[in-house]
């Protein structure tokens, strides 16, 4: 019962770092997603994809980088890593096209220097 | 655009207790209504959901009714204990393939002994 696994748990980074985040899913869902959790803010929408090969960008997309080269897999890249980019990063998944509940990982804290 | 507004916390509460936390929202279509739970160091967790008006959520003691004319999704509880401490979010996902759920900001709960 893997369902979407996210790593690192846990990064410290100095600014003008890259790094990226990974996030598996084991359930054959077409939509994933990458959030941003800060406090006072709830949940923001960094990046999404639809399929294999489709992404798009959501509320808050500068300064990270997707892709999905296959169903299973949507790594977030963090080009230069800011202090701003200090957050808790969701990675969820869904079915596609239907109004249904998205599927969150764990979480990876990333702490920018 | 769509956009959902949850009472601010932290709301804090005696054990055996009644909870009410309160969200509205605002979308263009028939969007479905969720409410998230969050466990301190944890990922979110689906606690319910409502795919139409009238429609009750319901899971472990936790109830929802999505009403369309006052476009309201509270949440409640009769009677709260200590391991349902966590931040409780409300969040709406509207029709169309690439449709994001849309978060409110989240509320603190804690119960007290």
């Known amino acids: 019962n893997a369902g979407v696994t996210q790593t690192p748990k846990f990064q410290v980074l100095k600014t003008g770092q890259s790094m990226t985040l990974q996030c598996a899913q084991d359930m054959n869902h077409e939509y994933m997603s990458w959030y941003r959790q800060d406090p006072g803010m709830g949940l923001r929408l960094i990046h999404y994809?639809?399929?294999?090969?489709?992404?798009d960008q959501g509320e808050v997309p500068n300064g990270y980088n997707v892709s999905r080269s296959t169903t299973e897999d949507f790594p977030l890249r963090l080009l230069s890593a800011a202090p701003s980019q200090t957050s808790v990063y969701f990675c969820?998944?869904?079915?596609?096209?239907?109004?249904?509940?998205?599927?969150f990982g764990e979480g990876s804290r990333l702490t920018v220097l | 655009g769509n956009s959902v507004t949850q009472m601010e916390g932290p709301v804090t509460l005696s054990e055996e207790a009644f909870l009410t936390i309160n969200c509205t929202y605002t979308a263009t279509g028939y969007p479905s209504l969720f409410w998230y739970v969050q466990y301190p160091g944890e990922g979110l967790q689906l606690l319910l959901k409502a795919t139409k008006a009238d429609d009750k959520g319901s899971n472990k003691g936790f109830e929802a009714t999505y009403r369309k004319e006052t476009t309201s999704f509270h949440l409640e509880k009769g009677s709260v204990q200590v391991s349902d401490s966590a931040v409780y979010f409300c969040?709406?996902?509207?029709?169309?393939?690439?449709?994001?759920?849309?978060f409110g900001t989240g509320t603190r709960l804690q119960v007290t002994l």
């Open positions: 994809s639809v399929g294999a090969g489709i992404t």
């Open positions: 969040a709406l996902r509207d029709t169309g393939t690439a449709s994001k759920l849309t």
């Open positions: 969820a998944s869904s079915y596609a096209g239907v109004r249904g509940e998205l599927f």
